[in-house]
């Protein structure tokens, strides 16, 4: 996935976020993210969402993204944000050849390899202190921190590791683990979800689920499973040829009217100009 870097994308430049030539590692946060133009950067980059919620389109694919995910971009890769809620994230920025540690003595070089994934909110809980103290010293200088630096980087790395979601299907988990409940519609998108039902599986009411849902991400579980479905169908018109009716029923719709109705209202485009558009931007890339 995500293999198309575009032509003529703005190119973020090491110099401008690392204090020093030396230095492995930055730590740029957003609270909030503004609405960023498409672009790639000379360094790696570790995106780890805290909040609200919002677009992002990385080469080409789009994702709705909120809180408790977590995407690692190569140098080449180019992503944007848009139609932003409140998003807050956290940026660490990476050049693991500047590093003097192995970054992946984590032993995990999954966790880089593996490019888009999810943490719960216990792990986003975790991980602040670590992030807190990693951002102090990569403001400081001297060899002694930029060791540190590198430390804290991967212990960083171990937690999102340890806290990194089990399979699907596994049992869901105690209540106020919204992560899963969001991996869960994520995973059964497709299906009719019933709202009801999963509330009692996580142990609260719906009126309270879905009110600590909204707190946490800027959208109800409802909404939450409509974005999903367009991201989805989105994905599907982009990369399949199925028909928009096929596409329609994949994304749990079972009318292509009333999807086409929905898809347009949220995109701003029919599924087949949004098809099309796709199209046309892939065919520059190749050129
Ligand atoms: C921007 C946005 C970009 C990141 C730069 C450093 O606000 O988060 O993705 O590359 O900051
Ligand atoms: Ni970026």
Known sequence: MWERPLPDTMKL????FFRSDAQALAVEPRDPQSPFPMHNHEFEELVIIESGNGWQVINDEPFFVTCGEVFYLRPGDCHEFSSLQDLRLTNILCRPHRATFNLDAGGDAEIRANRHWQVNDEALREIKPIIEALSRETLRVDPLSKLMAETLFVQ???????????PANAKLPAPSRLGHLMSYIRHNCAEEV????????????????????????????HEFLFKTRINRAMRAL????????????DCGFNDGNYFSFCFSKAAGLTPSEYRRKVKRRGERSLN
Not at 238 to 249: C, D, K, L, Q, R
């Open 13 to 16: 430049p090491a110099g401008e």
């Open 156 to 166: 960083l790395n171990l937690l999102l590791r340890r806290h990194r979601f089990a």
């Open 194 to 221: 019933d709202f009801d039902d999963l509330s009692r599986r996580f142990g609260a009411s719906e009126r309270h689920l879905t009110r600590a849902f909204r707190d946490a991400t800027g959208v109800t579980p």
């Open 238 to 249: 982009g990369g399949t040829a199925a028909s928009v009716t096929e596409i329609a029923y």
